[in-house]
């Protein structure tokens, strides 16, 4: 992995404060911590559920020390069932309450599919505007730390395909703690997706205020003018690595919100750039990539003066441990996209 | 091999009884005032007056499809009458009496079959709010238990006193989202009314083949909750219990699971055949002889409570008012198309405001796919 | 809707047999009946499972006097839970059955999606291929029909997205007679969306023998040098009814496999003409569009003559009646797609 | 406010039992010869050293995750043993004696652990197959009980007599596959023994959190299931009533429930820390008291079954064999990488075709993105 100075630079103005603020360093679950604490200070109506997040605080501490502030009622340990959580959050949220559920790992939100379609992203249309359904369901994804069949996933494409639902992905510590806090007072419901892998590995510092991030902005995390790179989440790392190292300057673009997509900032770029490689941990076939390549097709055509490049996973299972390194996209393969769509020529 | 329908299991009928069949009294009546009767007699007309009339309307394709109540309206009746203003009431589509007991408007009910947008529903049909609490019906099963139980589970953490009552079909019990439910209710000790309107099928399948479980009632011996079993088609036995549990949440004593053991007379929805499937004459007749309609009619007439001028006024007032919710509700126009976008997000993305515009020129006869630039619907 | 002759017309080279078969008049849904009992005959380890199958016959009638002729064994009636059935029949499957689920609505499969992620589409994988998972899950999918919420959908994104399944789609009842039998033989799960809009509406003669179809080969519905249009299901008599109305020269692809996708012919066609329409009934965002415009543009950007444009349904759900037919794709708005590729000069 | 850990709640004791805490007959031991009872030891300690061992190799990297069965073991030992070959077992992570009971390969089982691709350790490990099935461990729970039950449906409609027997943990029960495996189970009345290995503890949540249900063998009348409450510390209790259980699946008398009540001795698995959620000093004490292995050693001994030379003979045999496996599980190397496509489909697609190759570029330094044409890897 390259430096990663330039996604730490904390694009201040964005989140309205005067100059210099307070910061204190930390990490990505840190910031997660911090965040909760303050939105559930800040709202009584923000209650927490999950299983693993009372006396443990989750299995990665994203909840550390909310039940003892909090207390059960706000903090809430649930049976071992993402469906009942999902659907009780739900019925929460029809009441006025904004659940901020946990599930532990993306790859078990499959069972709370069902509450998923048919409570959490219709009711807002379906009563008409009536009953809103103000949820942030928090889940760790993505690979990369070695863990078990379904601890490693990336399937941000279930939610982003359907509608009535944000999806919102942070990549550094400053950007968690803005986007969460949005996400837990915006009154649409959110998925909000925290790169495990680099929950710990990347510390910044983050200022101490209260302060929010757009969920409809990218975030343009390096200029450049050669190509485009979209990504998010751990793979922003990535990206930035690959751009230190190969002959070409890039522009790199944090897409933060994956639905529904800030498509201005993309279009802008690819135009400008006229060469895009999509990054992301997430199988190719219908994974994000494939609808911003599309859209980059429709809208900037006559711009593209090579064909847009997927750099990601591959469409298999995620494997064992012992190759999941070669599965995942990198630096490496970043960098292999970015060369060949610069040495492209028609 | 060979198996044309099903062979009916009649469940076992030791269920909490007040008014037998002939409609005499085998216990104590509940307390309710004659207007409290007569309340619960006019809800049990205009049921089927409403529900009558919506058939017609289903035949000559004003609305798309009904689901009737027919025969099991003693059970959401009952239910219902057990709350009070504020409390919740999340329902299926087999609940009419529930809903109409608690005034929502009979022209709501019927537009929302006819398939009109929730937004044009509720923009061109200017009807009060009901006094109980009324999420949206949705088609998927077994999913409002859940959500029942999280509403409930706001109320708890909130220390509110409001009540939480789900109704929930034999077939639906068959759904994660009841297990949940119910698990949920239990744990958190809820103050939910939990309520299985058995009527023995869902479409097609009886409930022997839903579950190996004598009863739905003992269902709740999984998940820690009491239960009750009644006669669902006597709206003062579910009256009674479901008043009960009611009081027991309400003063924090948790969930209560009730099962009504009634029958369904009828096809699922007008979309089904029964005859396909079940060979019901002798179930119809032996549940025809427990018509719950007729069976309080007869009590309150014994009682006195009801004669035949009362009755006849009540009825007037009935058709009355459903002419004036039809005429209501067929005086709804169709969406504007763009409403099928309104409500899917608070604010309007790139996307959607793009899309608005392709449909909007596509309805105006002009080729939607003319921007290639991102920019060319702007402004 | 315009002429619709020509995907009537059968490839039965295709279904290598000898010249002028004896055939059968018949629709969709007949064609689906009629090779369910074809396969049940052929072998007895073909299951039927779901709920209405039994005596109601399934709620299109797609089982229709299955149960009588095969038992209650064969053609079994469960309980109401999707996740009950994909579950078990995921049992069934590890144990040698070909369970043949029903799923009475594509819309209703979603409280099932943990078992068909968990069990149905890794167990292959899972146990290094030891055990395999033969499974046809049978679906009615899109709209049209004016039934309530969910009755109408069109997701097979979710499915397309995942690994380890494949995904068909029938247009015509000769399709659906290959295509089916076909997939119950396939070892691999396949996801088999059958578009009910028209289980009744088109009729074809329909070969009395026995045929599969590949599930690997996209059909070539008609050919023509301007503009392909790629789609499946029911929208194929859409792209038909366009194609007849519109001053290019039309080229149909009728995808079958939805995943994997035969790159090769779709390649093929573009390189050929240089423009492309993709016409599906699924939201745009991450609709199957999606992925085929980001192939062409990877693959062959340097033959296109315009941009890829997509004819699809909304990013919305799926609307009341009084509305559906704006929001469903239809021959005018594949018209109008074609119409804008074959006007638009670099 | 302030809740630091949880307060546990010892579940009732009224279970079956043969062999009481001390290692005495309580009641008549189950029919088992000298060398079956000597077997069950064997597997009792084998899984105890295996365990060890793996924790050692955790800790040394060589293996990434290890959940042991520690003071669990007589749950899924008895009910394994009352099984016969061809039988099928649907395991979790916390099942290992029953592995071993039925042979699976001690050297599978570690090499489970090491996160090699499938296909790599069935082709380097030159194992037997067991006598009895075991399908995939799966890391999502819940979701075996539905597919066993699918199982025992094939052998139910086959007129087969295997049985299928399907371990669930108290946690998973609350998920929707528990609640789909064991409803179907009751209605296809299928030959399944469906065992809840209720250790108390989901992760951090004792099972007060888990349901309100007394006990979870009750959960068996949702589903009209007979159920058993056994001693899961009592190899000999947990033999009995599974063995009657199988013999009923066996003989066409449907599925049975059984809960076997047991403890998490240690952390859930080796990313665990339980101190930071439950103070289990006490509780420890009294389980310890309970140890399973010891009880049974007890009891051998004082039957004369067991004496110190044999003791020694077994523990050297396991020691020698936990060697072997540990070194035959060492050997494996690293699987190739294009592995990762393998049984994903039956046949490769153009789309497998072409990323195996761009990873094959990739992973020899060439650039894996140079085709342009969609036939750039062609040939
Ligand atoms: C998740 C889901 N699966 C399937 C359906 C289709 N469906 C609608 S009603 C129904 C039967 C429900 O039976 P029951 O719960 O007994 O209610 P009843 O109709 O008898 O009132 C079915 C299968 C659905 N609406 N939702
Ligand atoms: C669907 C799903 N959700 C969550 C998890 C994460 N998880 C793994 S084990 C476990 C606890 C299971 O508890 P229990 O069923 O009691 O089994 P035990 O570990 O005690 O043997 C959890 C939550 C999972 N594996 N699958
Ligand atoms: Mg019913
Ligand atoms: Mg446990």
Redesign the interface.
């Given at each position: 992995m390259g430096s990663e100075s330039e996604q730490l630079e904390l694009n201040t103005d964005e989140m309205s404060m005067e100059s210099e603020p307070d910061t204190e360093e930390m990490n990505l679950i840190t910031a997660v911590n911090r965040t909760l604490r303050q939105e559930m200070n800040r709202n009584e109506s923000v209650?927490l559920l999950g299983?693993?997040i009372?006396?443990?605080?989750g299995?990665y501490r994203g909840t550390e020390g909310l039940?003892?502030?909090?207390?059960?009622?706000?903090v809430?340990?649930?049976?071992?069932?993402?469906?009942?959580i999902i659907?009780?959050?739900?019925?929460?949220?029809?009441?006025?309450?904004r659940p901020v559920p946990e599930i532990e790992f993306m790859?078990?939100f499959?069972?709370a599919?069902?509450?998923?379609?048919?409570?959490v992203?219709?009711?807002?249309?379906?009563?008409?505007?009536?009953?809103e359904m103000p949820m942030t369901v928090r889940m760790p994804y993505g690979g990369g730390v070695?863990?078990?069949?379904?601890?490693q996933e990336s399937?941000e494409?279930?939610f982003?395909?359907t509608?009535?639902v944000?999806v919102v992905c942070a990549s550094t510590p400053a950007q968690t703690k803005g986007l969460l806090a949005e996400s837990i007072r915006?009154?649409?419901p959110v998925i909000f997706l925290e790169p495990k892998k680099i929950y710990r590995g990347v510390e910044e510092p983050v200022p101490t205020d209260e302060y929010t991030l757009p969920l409809?902005e990218a975030r343009v995390v390096r200029s450049g003018s050669d190509v485009t790179v979209l990504t998010w989440g751990a793979m922003v790392h990535q990206a930035n690595a690959a751009a230190a190292d190969v002959d070409a300057d890039v522009e790199i673009i944090d897409l933060r919100s994956l639905?529904?997509?800030?498509?201005?900032t993309i279009?802008d770029s690819v135009s400008k750039t006229g060469r895009c490689v999509v990054l992301h941990e997430?199988?190719?076939?219908?994974?994000?990539?494939?609808?911003l390549?599309?859209?980059?097709?429709?809208?900037?055509?006559?711009r593209?003066k090579?064909?847009?490049?997927?750099?990601t996973g591959?469409?298999?299972?995620f494997?064992?441990?012992?190759?999941?390194d070669?599965?995942l996209p990198d630096d490496?393969?970043a960098r292999?996209?970015i060369?060949?769509?610069m040495n492209?020529e028609? | 091999m060979s198996q044309k329908t099903w062979a009916e299991e009649r469940p076992p009928e030791d269920f909490y009884r007040i008014l037998d069949p002939e409609g005499k009294l085998q216990t104590d009546a509940p307390e309710l005032a004659d207007d409290e009767l007569l309340e619960l007699y006019r809800t049990f007309l205009s049921t089927r007056v409403l529900e009558e009339k919506m058939l017609n309307m289903q035949r000559s394709g004003e609305v798309s499809l009904v689901a009737r109540t027919f025969g099991e309206e003693a059970t959401p009746l009952g239910g219902a009458a057990a709350l009070q203003s504020d409390d919740w009431i999340f329902y299926t589509y087999r609940q009419t009496p529930a809903l109409l007991y608690w005034d929502l408007p009979m022209a709501e009910v019927i537009a929302s079959a006819t398939g009109h947008e929730p937004e044009t529903i509720a923009e061109q049909l200017d009807t009060e709010d009901p006094p109980v609490n009324f999420p949206p019906g949705y088609t998927p099963i077994g999913v409002n238990v859940t959500n029942a139980v999280g509403s409930a589970m706001a109320d708890a953490f909130n220390d509110r006193d409001t009540v939480t009552m789900v109704f929930t079909g034999d077939g639906s019990t068959s759904q994660g989202s009841f297990h949940d439910g119910m698990n949920f209710a239990g744990v958190f000790d809820v103050p939910a009314v939990i309520i299985c309107q058995n009527n023995q099928w869902a479409i097609s399948e009886p409930s022997q083949r839903q579950t190996a479980s004598e009863t739905f009632a003992q269902k709740a011996d999984a998940y820690g909750l009491p239960n009750e079993r009644v006669d669902g088609n006597d709206v003062f036995a579910v009256y009674e219990k479901a008043s009960e549990a009611v009081e027991r949440a309400r003063s924090g004593g948790g969930a209560t699971f009730i099962e009504c053991v009634t029958y369904r007379m009828g096809a699922h929805n007008t979309s089904d055949n029964p005859d396909l499937y079940r060979d019901d004459s002798e179930q119809r007749e032996y549940w025809e002889d427990r018509d719950p309609v007729d069976r309080f009619e007869t009590y309150l007439r014994s009682e006195g409570v009801l004669d035949d001028e009362t009755d006849a006024e009540i009825r007037d007032e009935i058709d009355e008012r459903v002419t004036d919710a039809v005429d209501q509700a067929r005086s709804i126009s169709n969406s504007e198309p763009e409403r099928m976008f309104d409500n899917t997000l608070h604010e309007r993305s790139w996307r959607e405001h793009h899309q608005r515009a392709e449909l909007h020129r596509e309805l105006n006869g002009d080729n939607p796919f003319v921007d290639f630039t991102g920019e060319g619907f702007d402004g």
């Open positions: 209650r299983y693993d009372g006396p443990l605080g299995v039940l003892e502030e909090f207390g059960g009622e706000r809430i340990d649930t049976p071992l069932s993402e469906n009942g659907g009780t959050a739900a019925g929460m949220a029809m009441r006025g309450e790859g078990f499959y069972p599919f069902g509450q998923f379609m048919y409570a992203v219709k009711t807002y249309k379906r009563t008409g505007g009536e009953l070695k863990a078990l069949e379904y601890h399937t494409t279930y982003v395909h509608p009535g944000r915006n009154d649409d409809d639905s529904p997509l800030d498509i201005e279009l997430a199988r190719r076939t219908l994974g994000l990539g494939a609808e390549s599309a859209l980059i097709n429709e809208y900037a055509l006559d593209l090579a064909p847009i490049k997927r750099a591959y469409d298999a299972h494997p064992g441990h012992d190759i999941e070669d599965y490496d393969r292999y996209a060369q060949a769509v492209y028609f | -």
